[in-house]
């Protein structure tokens, strides 16, 4: 029994042993083994584990590790390991220990808000007074995040509040710019200098406006912050509007009314962002009808300032011109969002008020008596306009009576404008001071009158003012209409502003935007807009037509799957038909996906290459929607295309797509007759358009204008006989028209209804049904810029190839230059290609087979003008050459002949010109 009992214990023992032994791991000898032992544990506050394994163990507390070398007392603070931290502490861990960027536990139990471990280690006398590297104090770790029910505890301990940074910054500043409300009080509460500068000269109210935080600048404002600026000059109501900060400007302005004088000057700074100057003053108008009108009056004084400097001969027009435009946006900016602005739908006033806002502003940018007073000065502005137009008209009356070849302006007449417009800009100058002034500026008029004719003068500023006049007049009104005022404006100035163009056609494109909104007063100058250069007009119809649109690729980044327009090659047109159907306008124009069923390549050149294959497929007889002309080059609406039940659906979706590529610049592979362009014009048709379909019967209806046909005998009338899907009927072409004869005196009608008969009666429809999809795209106001000759060219490109042109503007990479043999060799088999073999060529590098107009030094890629680009492949045994269609680069394997770069290029044309892969 007692034996028994022996064993017995024996094995217990060992078992405890054993036991013990398994729980309890003894520490590495190495310090670096050691600390990655512990870390886990202290980083779980096991603190039993830790005080074993530390208990005979010869591990320094204080190592440092890792890139940062910090100690385990690092760590424990900043997991707010608080069993851990203190023993550590017991152990001698030094609480004051910085690591490699100069940090002490102390700021990281700040910095994580570990409550707890703060307090223990300051029992330890930890040192508040401690900086990082960037000169950070515990302080400032609690301010920049908020601590403040830490700080309280703090600043017993803190002899010091306002201490600083390296950059001068104490924990007020930081709170401020990072709106801690409460701790800004509680370090306000302890003494922290509400005034103090940084290096720079940042005071806290300063950096609280730099962020917006409206609610810490009220505190500092209401325990008595000064506004001062730093040592640039930038005050906390310049980083307010930078950063569009409304809230935080109208305290600024409440608690120092003459900021409000300050804020409207503003807007003549070119520096400060016009879209932030406009969202702060939109919120400051928005507190109140006072406010509201206060604002627009004081705008409207900066305006007729910067308007009259602008009028002044001697003044800068490029920066004068700038301010006035600038301001005048912005004004007429808060007018539309005021309160009582159509555009939300409210014509009420701000407080119920039943007077309505068209009566109050009634005709108040045109010539009354007695504007509102708000808009007084505008209406000066206006005024002096108006007379600077009747003097060039009178000028040009007189110039034309006494037969002048140069009309000019005597200097007296131009003096006297002058002073009126120079003392309005300088109201209650001193008497002595104001006849100084008369005097400089009959100097200035003479001066000026001697050497060149007023229009020469004044015609841009008088443009810029009157383009700042339209803005104004627009503002009253509903969205895409045209104030009657401004229309009569233009109509009683028409002469001069005429002259102005004829003199100076970039005038058009600087300042006349108003034509492209009217087309009642486009119509007055269509004739000297056609006669500018086709590349001006270009570039104007692509700005307006993409204004207000934000800056995009052509190719558009889905988000998701459901964005990209996946097509089938088998079915491009119906599938491409319902997949545009499936997507909204705004995303088409925004930029296009598109990627073709079982393929995976995606850009610029998979686009390209959509709109080239569906193009053609738009004009592909089984849909009967286009038929071919006389020429066999070019294609009308099909008159008999109803015999498809989906034709005007299909006509819109045409439309849609070609002014989807023109306005998104690809050139489609398609050619309309002469008359097809004119329709989308909306320009009439003549009879020599006729010859495109039917050249017999245009040389007829020739015939008939150019002879006498009184005794012919021919007995023609006004009814002609047309084939209707096979049959022949009798259409008159007026009312009545089968008993009308054509006669010598009416034949000149008879041809032209004719003409409209065969060329747009016929398919009207069609056309209809076309344009309704070509407008959803580009807008009749600036198609009509162009004739039916640039219009082809501008859909189309160039009909035929110039490979010397395609040479000059060729680029080399990859270790090829113009001199390589590779290189002559490539150019010799191009000039031998057909041109169908070019064309192959072309679409197999850049996915489109048109060259855009001006050439290929216009060629488009990446997202803009991207030339083409031949690049060197290492060559191997029958290897074809390859494109990358975004960026136009061929990929020319270095051919070791002329015939076998011919035999591989010709076989990567033939087979590869369609399809994508992601090679």
Same mark, same amino acid.
């Given at each position: ?87 550590? &502490?017991?152990? +001698? $861990?030094?609480? =004051?220990?910085?690591?490699? /960027? *100069?940090? !002490? @536990? #102390?700021?990281? %139990? ?77 370090? &306000?509460?302890? +003494? $922290?200098?509400? =005034?103090?500068?940084?290096? /720079? *000269?940042? !005071? @806290? #109210?300063?950096? %609280? ?242 050497g060149e004719d007023v229009i020469s003068m004044t015609a841009s500023r008088l443009s810029a003012v009157i383009q700042a006049f339209y803005l104004c007049c627009s503002c009253q009104m509903p969205q895409g209409m045209t104030s009657p005022c401004f229309i009569e404006f233009v109509c009683k100035h028409d002469e001069v502003l005429k002259c102005f163009v004829t003199r100076n056609p970039k005038i058009i494109f600087d300042h006349f935007h108003f034509l492209l909104e009217c087309p009642e007063l486009m119509s007055r ?278 490979v010397e042109d395609w040479c000059r503007n060729t680029e080399y990479t990859s270790g090829y230059d113009r001199q390589d043999p590779v290189i002559q060799w490539f150019w010799e088999v191009v000039r031998s290609l057909t041109q169908e073999e070019r064309v192959l060529l072309l679409q197999f590098v850049t996915g489109s087979s048109r060259v855009p107009h001006g050439g290929f030094a216009y060629l488009m890629g990446g997202g803009g003008l991207q030339k083409f680009t031949v690049a060197a492949v290492p060559y191997t ?43």
């Amino acid at each position: 029994m007692e034996r028994a009992m022996e064993q017995l214990n024996v094995q217990l023992n060992r078992l405890t042993r054993s036991l013990r032994r398994a729980r309890t791991v003894e520490l590495p000898e190495d310090n670096e083994t050691a600390v990655y032992t512990l870390m886990p544990m202290v980083m779980a506050d096991q603190h039993r584990s830790v005080s074993e394994l530390l208990l005979n163990s010869k591990f320094d507390v204080n190592y440092a590790f890792g890139r940062v070398k910090r100690s385990l007392l690092h760590i424990a603070a900043n997991c707010g390991s608080v069993e851990c931290l203190v023993l550590l &502490l017991k152990k +001698g $861990a030094n609480p =004051n220990y910085q690591d490699i /960027s *100069g940090c !002490t @536990p #102390l700021h990281l %139990a700040a910095r994580n808000g570990q409550k707890k471990c703060m307090a223990k280690l300051l029992e330890y006398n930890a040192d508040v007074n401690i900086c990082n590297n960037e000169g950070l104090t515990t302080i400032h770790w609690l301010a920049v995040n908020g601590r403040t029910e830490l700080l309280y505890d703090l600043v017993q301990h803190v002899s010091n509040v306002d201490v600083e940074d390296a950059m001068g910054q104490t924990a007020l500043h930081v709170a401020c710019q990072n709106g801690h409300k409460t701790t800004v009080l509680c370090l &306000l509460d302890s +003494g $922290a200098d509400i =005034n103090r500068p940084n290096v /720079s *000269g940042a !005071t @806290p #109210l300063y950096f %609280a406006c730099s962020h917006g935080q409206r609610d810490t600048a009220q505190i500092l404002l209401s325990r008595g912050a000064k506004y001062l600026a730093d040592k640039n000059g930038i005050t906390p109501l310049d980083l307010c509007v930078q950063g569009g900060y409304g809230e935080t400007c109208e305290l600024l302005i409440q608690h120092h009314s003459r900021l409000f004088q300050t804020l409207i000057q503003m807007t003549q700074n070119q520096d400060m962002k016009e879209n932030m100057l406009r969202q702060v003053l939109e919120h400051v108008s928005q507190q109140s009808h006072s406010q509201y009108h206060r604002i627009l009056t004081s705008l409207a004084e900066v305006a007729t300032t910067n308007g009259h400097k602008l009028l002044s001969l001697s003044s800068s027009f490029d920066v004068q011109m700038k301010s006035l435009l600038r301001i005048v946006r912005i004004f007429c900016h808060v007018f539309r969002l005021g309160p009582s602005s159509p555009n939300n739908g409210n014509d009420m006033g701000y407080n119920g008020n039943k007077t309505r806002r068209s009566q109050v502003f009634k005709n108040v940018f045109c010539f009354i008596s007695s504007p509102p007073v708000c808009l007084q000065p505008l209406e000066l502005l206006w005024h002096s306009l108006d007379e600077w137009l009747v003097l060039i008209s009178t000028e040009l009356e007189r110039s034309r009576k006494s037969s002048s070849s140069s009309p000019s302006s005597s200097s007296s007449e131009i003096a006297t404008l002058l002073l009126k417009q120079r003392k309005s800009e300088h109201a209650g100058t001193t008497q002595e001071l104001s006849s100084l002034l008369d005097h400089q500026i009959v100097m200035e008029a003479e001066a000026h009158a001697d050497g060149e004719d007023v229009i020469s003068m004044t015609a841009s500023r008088l443009s810029a003012v009157i383009q700042a006049f339209y803005l104004c007049c627009s503002c009253q009104m509903p969205q895409g209409m045209t104030s009657p005022c401004f229309i009569e404006f233009v109509c009683k100035h028409d002469e001069v502003l005429k002259c102005f163009v004829t003199r100076n056609p970039k005038i058009i494109f600087d300042h006349f935007h108003f034509l492209l909104e009217c087309p009642e007063l486009m119509s007055r100058f269509m004739h000297i807009i056609k006669g500018q250069p086709f590349k001006d007009r270009s570039e104007w119809f692509y700005e307006h037509l993409l204004a207000g649109q934000p800056d995009s690729d052509m190719v558009h980044r889905p988000v998701n799957e459901s964005d990209i327009l996946l097509i089938h090659r088998d079915s491009i047109f119906r599938s491409s038909c319902e997949m545009v159907s499936k997507s909204t306008n705004e995303k088409l124009k925004q930029g296009i996906a598109v990627r073709f069923h079982g393929e995976e390549g995606m850009g610029h050149g998979v686009v390209r290459e959509w709109f080239d294959i569906l193009s053609n497929e738009i004009i592909n007889p089984d849909y009967g929607l286009f038929t071919q002309s006389a020429d066999g080059t070019t294609f009308q609406p099909n008159s008999n295309s109803s015999v498809n039940p989906d034709h005007l659906n299909y006509f819109q979706f045409a439309g849609q797509i070609l002014g989807l590529a023109l306005y998104h610049r690809q050139l489609v592979n398609i050619y309309f007759t002469r008359s097809f362009y004119k329709h989308i014009l909306g320009v009439p048709v003549n009879y020599q358009d006729v010859s495109s379909i039917d050249p017999e019967y245009a040389k007829n209806l020739q015939w008939i204008l150019d002879n006498d046909i009184s005794d012919l005998g021919l007995e023609l009338t006004f009814s002609v006989e047309t084939d209707v899907f096979g049959a022949m009927e009798e259409v008159p072409l007026k009312p009545g028209g089968s008993s009308i004869l054509v006669t010598q005196d009416n034949k000149a009608e008879y041809v032209q209804l004719v003409t409209e008969l065969r060329m747009t009666r016929a398919i009207q429809p069609q056309i209809n049904a076309f344009l309704q999809g070509f407008h959803t795209f580009i807008p009749p106001s600036l198609i009509q810029l162009f004739d039916e000759y640039e219009l082809e060219l501008l859909l189309s490109g160039m009909p035929e190839i110039d490979v010397e042109d395609w040479c000059r503007n060729t680029e080399y990479t990859s270790g090829y230059d113009r001199q390589d043999p590779v290189i002559q060799w490539f150019w010799e088999v191009v000039r031998s290609l057909t041109q169908e073999e070019r064309v192959l060529l072309l679409q197999f590098v850049t996915g489109s087979s048109r060259v855009p107009h001006g050439g290929f030094a216009y060629l488009m890629g990446g997202g803009g003008l991207q030339k083409f680009t031949v690049a060197a492949v290492p060559y191997t045994s029958n290897l074809l050459p390859t494109s990358s269609t975004c960026i136009n680069m061929l990929k020319l394997p270095e051919y070791p002949d002329h015939d076998s770069l011919r035999d591989r290029l010709l076989v990567a044309l033939h087979c590869g010109s369609y399809g994508y892969t992601m090679a």
